[in-house]
């Protein structure tokens, strides 16, 4: 795995952050609060990665990447795809999903997952699903079809996004500040977990694009 990652997904990050820096955390996250399943998890770990490299320079910048405002960034980005996800349940509803969601890899289990979620915890679903994998990249469509007041849906979506920002990044941090000792400790592992995880990103493409995940479009 640790393979894998120094030659495949650092060199697909460095390329992004390293020429748009900042900017490049932004446009990630937005396009994941847009219900496009590019996972946080993988952002901004590796943007806390570059905070803990002091040699690291962020490009718009010209000096070390800083932890609040990649944190900073992150969230607005997260504000930023969310009123996009939100406008789309407001405005477009169910038949823009039904129509062009399998083309975005949204599966129709997941919308109804975020659906129940807004109808059992109203407004405050906005808030404490931004600390949830999955469901918080589409609660801020149901929150759209529900018409949820757009001011209190900022600051409630902002607010967990705020926390889930500061969790990832520190986490990235970490994990940067001991990386030679995870290589080390599972370089014996690293064809046998790089292939495994090259075949599980084919079987989630192949899943989520070769069944129809919406009944409509199914016929």
Do not use: C
Request: charged share 15%.
């Amino acid at each position: 795995m640790l393979a894998f990652i120094d030659r495949i997904v650092i060199p697909f990050l460095n390329t992004l952050y390293g020429a748009v820096g900042y900017l490049g955390v932004m446009v990630a996250m937005a396009i994941e609060s847009a219900m496009v399943p590019l996972p946080s998890e993988l952002i901004l770990p590796y943007a806390g990665f570059l905070v803990s490299d002091t040699a690291s320079v962020e490009p718009l910048t010209g000096g070390p990447w800083s932890f609040w405002i990649v944190v900073v960034v992150a969230t607005i980005g997260n504000t930023i795809g969310s009123l996009v996800a939100y406008a789309i349940g407001a405005w477009g509803g169910r038949p823009f999903l039904e129509r062009w969601g399998r083309y975005l890899l949204i599966r129709e289990h997941e919308i109804e997952l975020a659906d129940r979620f807004f109808e059992k915890y109203g407004p405050a679903t906005a808030f404490f699903s931004r600390l949830l994998p999955i469901v918080r990249m589409f609660i801020s469509f149901p929150a759209g079809v529900a018409r949820m007041p757009i001011r209190t849906f900022v600051v409630y979506s902002t607010a967990g996004a705020f926390l889930w920002s500061i969790l990832l990044v520190w986490a990235g941090q970490q994990l940067g500040a001991n990386w030679e000792d995870i290589r080390r400790a599972l370089q014996p592992f690293d064809l046998a977990i790089a292939v495994s995880v090259v075949a599980l990103v084919v079987l989630f493409v192949w899943w989520r694009l070769g069944r129809p995940g919406w009944r409509r479009g199914a016929r």
